[in-house]
């Protein structure tokens, strides 16, 4: 659980580049991708579901389980519409709270807003290290932070040795 005081400190971290490392390209092309490539399957379902509506507009066909017989087509317009906008939805309300922030009194790793914390009281480990061929496809460096308790937070991306030294920093000041 988070204090007042952590929340608005989590805030302007999120603002700092120096404290918030983020990973939300990911996840905006996830959020900006998803609709894309479904307006033409949206185009498609909605010329096929043309007669179905015309029958509803008609009254032939009901709302409910006989739709989903008669005019699956429709249904799967509904769905993938519901889908590409509650993907640009979350995309909107969570923009630039992706990542990991580097605070005064922890590391959290944000999705939106706080999923983990681990407190520098609570750091067992600060470990950076480099992925590279043969065993991993993509080259970044990878610094890891983890509890005593087990729980651990992964960072992936380049330039993380000045992230570690400032987490570093905080740990020594805190203690």
Known sequence: MLFRSEKAEIARCLRDPERFHSDGKEVMWACVTIPVLSVPLIAVLFNESKGAIRQIQAGELTIGT???????????????????????VYGVRTY?????????????????????????????SVAASERRRPNHKILTDELEVKAKDGRSILLF???????????????????
């Open 157 to 175: 991306g380049f330039g993380l040795v000045q992230r570690r030294d400032l987490i570093e920093r905080e740990m020594q000041r805190t203690r």
């Open 66 to 88: 006989s739709l989903l017989f008669n005019a699956p087509e429709l249904l799967g317009l509904v769905a993938l519409a519901l889908l590409a906008i509650a993907a640009v």
């Open 96 to 124: 630039g709270r992706h990542g990991v922030v580097i605070t005064s009194f922890g590391v959290a790793r944000m999705r939106g807003g706080v999923k983990k914390l681990i407190r520098y009281a609570d750091v067992a």
